[in-house]
Each structure stands twice: as structure tokens, then as C-alpha cells.
């Protein structure tokens, strides 16, 4: 069994800046895809950010420039930094992972959330 468990999530000021991290536990033989997401209040769940274990990444537009997905493999841990935080950014971000188990050859997981709010 594999559980992801967030933290780094909080309030913080316009502008701002906050680390999330994501790190996968259990029987894990390989991770192939570890990326973020978010809802807000009354909105879709969006994925923002993705990175491939090849190291390939992708953002979304209204985060571009200004949050990075990071992972190390051997660690089986990502992160996601936000920096120029803005209020439209408020929202409770999820951590995804597709990976290769001991038991079989994918599978998917979700983080619990953990809520970021920006506001003055």
C-alpha cells in the first residue's frame, strides 16, 4: 500500500512565497509521473504542474514563471515552490503520483490537500 503525505501549505501575503512537499510511502518500485494540483473554492480540480521521471515538465499558463516542480527519485519526494503568490492562487493543492508498484505495473494516488490562502 502507498500513501502521499503533504505538507508545506498555509497563509501567506501577496507576493509571497511557500514550499509544498509531497513524499510517497510504501511499496514503491518506481514513480513515473509526480505532479500538482489545485481546487478552489467553487472550480474544477486543475492539474498545474507535472514532471515526468525523464524530467519533463509542464504548467499551467497562470503559474508559469512563477511556481517550479521539483522530485528526487530516490527519495520518492516532490515539491512544488510558489513564489509571487497571488490571491487567485488560494486554493487546496493536491499531490498526484502514477508509479509502479511491487504488485503491479501502475497505479495512481492522491495526496490529502493541504490548503494555501494569499491574502492581505
Known amino acids: 500500500q502507498v500513501q502521499l503525505v503533504e505538507s508545506g501549505g498555509g497563509f501567506v501575503q501577496p507576493g509571497g512565497s511557500l514550499r509544498l512537499s509531497c513524499v510517497a510511502r510504501g511499496s514503491i518500485r518506481s514513480i513515473y509521473v509526480m505532479s500538482w494540483h489545485r481546487q478552489a473554492p467553487g472550480q474544477e480540480r486543475e492539474v498545474i504542474a507535472t514532471m515526468t521521471n525523464g524530467g519533463s515538465t509542464h504548467y499551467r499558463d497562470a503559474v508559469k514563471g512563477r511556481f517550479i516542480i521539483s522530485r528526487d527519485n530516490a527519495q520518492n519526494t516532490a515539491w512544488l515552490q510558489m513564489n509571487e503568490l497571488r490571491p487567485t492562487d488560494t486554493a487546496v493543492y493536491f499531490c498526484?503520483?502514477?508509479?509502479?508498484?511491487?504488485?503491479?505495473?501502475?497505479?495512481?494516488?492522491w495526496g490529502q490537500g493541504t490548503q494555501v490562502t494569499v491574502s492581505s
Open positions: 498526484n503520483t502514477q508509479m509502479a508498484t511491487h504488485a503491479a505495473l501502475w497505479e495512481e494516488y
